[in-house]
């Protein structure tokens, strides 16, 4: 006998600040809470450490440190 692909369950979510939607495999618990990774960003900019050739495709500006 065959065996059956198990599905997996995804779940649409939308960010609150930039208005982005993602799908996860897995339930959030408060998915009010969820942000994009862009919108984290944005709000911790001194937390940025992506190097310098992420930020080049992204079109942001390069700190010279």
Do not use: F, H, Q
């Not at 979510?13 to 862009?38: F, H």
């Amino acid at each position: 006998m065959a065996r059956r692909k198990k599905e997996k369950t995804t779940y649409k979510y939308e960010c609150n600040l930039t208005g982005e939607e993602y799908i996860l495999t897995a339930k959030a618990d408060n998915p009010e809470e969820l942000m994009s990774v862009k919108a984290w960003y944005e709000m911790n900019p001194d937390k940025d450490d992506r190097p310098d050739d992420v930020k080049k495709k992204l079109g942001l500006e390069i700190s010279e440190s």
